[in-house]
């Protein structure tokens, strides 16, 4: 009789089908998203002067700058579609690293996704309402949509992406065009009566909350072309492209508007462009941002649903998340989960009416904890993996690291002050996560 032989199964992996192009509009496309078009007026009020103003800019790319830093190692010596998640397993193991990828599902990622689909809503309504629920309605097709065209598969969520980010980047050109040509002299020694060393540190939470979204590219490294080479480039290259806009575009707000313009304005960016071009220049900005907006969500979509599959391949209670289509070269499972859950917090929005403000609450002292571990993370393992190849190093260690931990603290030491209640709905969410691990430990699933 003969004897039967069992194949092993082929488990389907990501790709490395990324060029260095596609995930440099993804990163550029995921930070430079709706904050630039409602922060800066928050930190000219919080700042001296119009020059302190551009510098707490500058200063916000240079911290970003240490971070990438700190992210080109992890990401280019343990690639992986996990990202964050397959650091803190290897630095801290399972435990941890199953509460942040519990955490990213139904806190960070998916809120995020949800308060970019919200601004859509908001700026699409102002072109063409719909009813008393216009902005929800929006939200929800736009997650609904961009999900689908992840799904369909990863050709089509990244030319998505290369387009809505090319067209969010010449519509900033034009704003940075007009404020220059159009406008008063800069004003840089104006300042305003509050006391700049207070102040100062409220301007760089918000000038940090603008920049958040860089280290996404985490996520993308095992489909990144010739990764353990050119991520050093994405991460580097597309965090000096975002501080050239930043600080560009902050430059034409103040040749147009001035700090006192500035310090008064709720819309700076739609403020300057009427006073270029009329209520044409208002619009115009409406749909820039909505624009902006779509290119944040879809990029935000196409990262997080990493994570979740990643969560899948190591824990079986989540095991249905863990399957890669090849034929798509998608998680399909983990984009169907993620949009669910993003459309479920949609729901909640449009009950509160406020949605937007609820969802920056709730994800931010979350998502800064999980960041403060990823940068110890980097320590642990250099001197844990010490003998693993490392295509790059992070320079002045260990002082680069450490100076990325020490602004993770304090910018979650701000969020847990500032957040309110939505911050610990949030807290409380990340918690409903342990009754699940003890769960996974007790029946042995996963280990």
């Not at 709706?34 to 911290?63: C, D, K, Q, Y």
């Not at 998640?85 to 941890?96: E, P, Q, S």
């Not at 007009?178 to 840089?188: M, S």
């Not at 940090?208 to 991460?235: C, D, F, H, K, P």
Request: glycine residues 10%; aromatic residues 10%.
């Amino acid at each position: 009789m003969a004897t039967k032989i069992t194949l092993p199964k082929t488990v389907t992996v990501p790709q490395p089908t990324l060029s260095t192009l596609d995930a440099g509009a993804l990163i550029v496309g995921m930070v430079v998203g709706v904050g630039i078009f409602e922060t800066p007026a928050l930190v000219a009020a919080n700042s001296a002067s119009a020059s302190v103003a551009l510098l707490a800019w500058l200063l916000g790319g240079a911290i970003s700058l240490v971070g990438a830093l700190c992210y080109a190692e992890l990401a280019t010596t343990f690639p992986h579609a996990g990202g964050n998640y397959h650091y803190l397993m290897r630095a801290f193991g399972k435990n941890l690293a199953f509460l942040f990828a519990w955490a990213r599902m139904t806190v960070v990622q998916t809120g995020s996704i949800t308060l970019l689909a919200f601004v859509f809503g908001d700026y699409a309504s102002q072109l063409i309402p719909l009813s008393e629920y216009s902005s929800a309605i929006y939200a929800a097709v736009a997650i609904a949509c961009l999900t689908l065209i992840n799904i369909i598969g990863l050709k089509q969520g990244k030319w998505t992406q290369n387009l809505l980010t090319a067209a969010k980047i010449l519509g900033l050109l034009l704003v940075i065009l007009a404020g220059i040509t159009h406008a008063a002299p800069l004003a840089i020694n104006n300042s305003t009566a509050s006391t700049p060393q207070t102040t100062f540190g409220m301007a760089m939470i918000f000038v940090l909350l603008t920049y958040g979204g860089w280290n996404e590219a985490a996520y993308i490294s095992a489909e990144v072309q010739n990764g353990r080479r050119n991520m050093v480039r994405v991460l580097l290259g597309s965090v000096v492209i975002i501080t050239a806009i930043y600080l560009l575009i902050n430059f034409a707000y103040f040749q147009g508007l001035g700090l006192a313009g500035m310090t008064k304005s709720t819309a700076p960016a739609a403020d300057l462009m009427r006073r270029s071009f009329g209520e044409g220049g208002a619009r115009f900005v409406s749909s820039l941002i909505a624009i902006s907006a779509l290119g944040a969500a879809n990029a935000t979509i196409f990262t997080g649903a990493r994570t979740n599959y990643a969560l899948g391949q190591d824990f079986p209670l989540f095991g249905f998340l863990g399957q890669w289509r090849e034929r798509t070269s998608t998680p399909a499972n983990a984009l169907i989960l993620q949009g669910a859950i993003a459309l479920g917090l949609v729901f909640l929005g449009a009950l509160t009416r406020k949605g937007f403000e609820t969802m920056v609450d709730y994800t931010a002292p979350v998502f800064w904890f999980f960041f403060l571990l990823s940068g110890i993370a980097l320590l642990v393992l250099r001197f844990r993996e010490s003998s693993i190849d490392r295509p790059f190093q992070v320079p002045l260690y260990p002082l680069t690291p450490l100076l990325f931990c020490a602004t993770c603290g304090y910018m979650l030491y701000s969020s847990l002050t500032y957040a309110g209640i939505g911050g610990s709905i949030g807290v409380i969410v990340l918690l409903a996560g342990i009754p699940l691990l003890l769960f996974n430990r007790s029946t042995r699933i996963g280990n």
